[in-house]
């Protein structure tokens, strides 16, 4: 597990020691080469939100769509190509705007899982109260104003 962290977390940190331990994992545990393939691309991806400029940006995505999805890549790396190609003008789009749906995903996240701990409310009020308690502090006056259909 503590080898897989490594391999997950960005490499930006400049530590050689952890670089050293990082480079003999992948030579040592890999001898199809797949993983570490996998690994410089994961580490370009977030090269992408360094850029300043969109023209830039949105070369280097085309750049790494390019290069996942030769036929000698790993299958897992030529969908992540597919999947860059479909996803491409939403994803250099973060350029214009800055800003990312984590917080709607995140929010999504806390609803399922009030959902799932409360093995399923009958009364939706209910349900709403706790998905509010959960996410942070509800606003008690308004809570009452609104009403569903």
């Given at each position: ?116 701990v409360g093995y399923g409310f009958r009364n ?26």
């Amino acid at each position: 597990m503590r080898n897989k962290r490594r391999l997950v977390h960005c490499s930006s940190n400049p530590d050689p020691l952890a670089q050293e331990r990082r480079s003999s994992l992948l030579e040592l545990g890999d001898p199809d080469g797949e993983v570490a393939i996998t690994y410089q691309v994961k580490e370009r991806l977030p090269d992408f939100y360094q850029h300043a400029h969109p023209r830039q940006a949105r070369q280097m995505v085309a750049e790494l769509v390019t290069h996942c999805l030769k036929p000698a890549m790993p299958p897992e790396i030529q969908r992540l190509g597919r999947t860059l190609t479909t996803w491409f003008g939403k994803i250099v789009n973060y350029h214009l705007a800055h800003t990312s749906n984590g917080p709607t995903e995140a929010l999504n996240n806390h609803i399922k899982r009030v959902k799932r701990v409360g093995y399923g409310f009958r009364n939706f009020h209910n349900y709403r109260i706790r998905a509010l308690l959960y996410a942070g502090k509800p606003n008690w006056r308004l809570l009452k104003s609104i009403t569903i259909q």
